[in-house]
């Protein structure tokens, strides 16, 4: 590869050596909503009911609090449905009041 020129993830070159055979697993495309409802052969909407509660491999992009667009890494997908990962993820509790004054 030339100087100053980047590879597109996913292409590998062994001469350069990239990616380190270390970091092939973390290396694992995202995909959509769709290939992922395809994946699991359920309806996208399942599947986007789950990701908003918190399934394990769903991947939530922006900060918008309506809408986000959401990618999944199907291994983890398959991890969670097959029980060999956690299911849902720990989410922090909403609506948190933090009270002034001392505590006594």
Known sequence: MAV????RV???SEADGWPPKALAPLLEPF????EAARFLAVKRRHLLTLARKGIA???GLGTGNKRKLWV???S????AITGETATMVARPPKGVTILSG???
């Open 57 to 59: 491999g769903a991947y």
């Open 72 to 74: 999944f890494h199907l």
């Open 102 to 104: 001392s505590p006594r």
């Open 4 to 7: 100053g020129t980047l590879a």
């Open 31 to 34: 995909v959509s909503a769709d």
């Open 10 to 12: 996913g292409q590998s």
């Open 76 to 79: 983890k997908l398959a991890g």
